[in-house]
């Protein structure tokens, strides 16, 4: 199901930059949704272009080593990617009182979807699948997993019921 990234000399069609571009907003739009929902500072159209952005530049770069047969533009367009996105992630933490931090795992949703947009961008549908699944779950089972882990402990939960907030999130 996994394709390579094209062979030197070999340009990707229109409608396989299309496919992988389309791949890469809905990947991001079903992380975002989760976020949005949860009421989280990024949301749909923030985690869209984030992988939307990361399959592009993923893409172009492609393209550009496959013309000039340079395979290994791609991987330091990927290093830059994943280096880069942590500045966007960081804009969405925030220290409040009490030494709590929240934002954490929206910053890191925002990382996943770029690594996922990446892998959009080089049509590695294996990794896009199954790591879209895994983030998903992770962001749905998460919280009420580590809310009940803390009334076992008989610790205190930091969260309202129904708010969708999570600690640290």
């Not at 925030?94 to 709590?100: A, I, K, N, S, V």
């Not at 997993?145 to 076992?152: F, G, K, Q, S």
């Given at each position: 199901m996994s394709r390579p990234p094209p062979r030197p000399g070999r340009l990707m069609t229109p409608a396989d930059v299309?496919?992988?571009?389309?791949?890469?907003?809905?990947?991001?739009?079903?992380?975002?949704l989760n976020r949005d929902l949860r009421g989280k500072?990024?949301?749909?159209?923030?985690?869209?272009?984030?992988?939307?952005?990361?399959?592009?530049?993923?893409?172009?770069?492609?393209?550009?080593?496959?013309?000039?047969?340079d395979v290994a533009a791609v991987s330091r367009v990927m290093q830059g990617i994943i280096t880069g996105i942590g500045f966007l992630g960081a804009g969405v933490i925030l220290h409040q009182d009490q030494g709590r931090v929240r934002g954490l795992t929206t910053a890191a949703s925002i990382w996943i979807v770029a690594a996922l947009g990446i892998a959009c961008g080089v049509a590695d549908w294996w990794p896009v699948g199954l790591g879209t699944g895994l983030t998903l779950?992770?962001?749905?089972?998460?919280?009420?997993?580590?809310?009940?882990?803390?009334r076992l402990m008989g610790e205190p939960s930091d969260d309202k019921p129904g708010t969708g907030s999570q600690p640290g999130d």
């Amino acid at each position: 199901m996994s394709r390579p990234p094209p062979r030197p000399g070999r340009l990707m069609t229109p409608a396989d930059v299309a496919f992988r571009l389309t791949a890469a907003v809905l990947v991001g739009t079903a992380i975002g949704l989760n976020r949005d929902l949860r009421g989280k500072p990024a949301g749909v159209r923030t985690h869209a272009l984030v992988s939307l952005g990361s399959a592009v530049v993923t893409v172009i770069a492609a393209n550009a080593g496959a013309a000039n047969s340079d395979v290994a533009a791609v991987s330091r367009v990927m290093q830059g990617i994943i280096t880069g996105i942590g500045f966007l992630g960081a804009g969405v933490i925030l220290h409040q009182d009490q030494g709590r931090v929240r934002g954490l795992t929206t910053a890191a949703s925002i990382w996943i979807v770029a690594a996922l947009g990446i892998a959009c961008g080089v049509a590695d549908w294996w990794p896009v699948g199954l790591g879209t699944g895994l983030t998903l779950l992770v962001l749905m089972t998460g919280g009420p997993l580590e809310r009940a882990v803390h009334r076992l402990m008989g610790e205190p939960s930091d969260d309202k019921p129904g708010t969708g907030s999570q600690p640290g999130d």
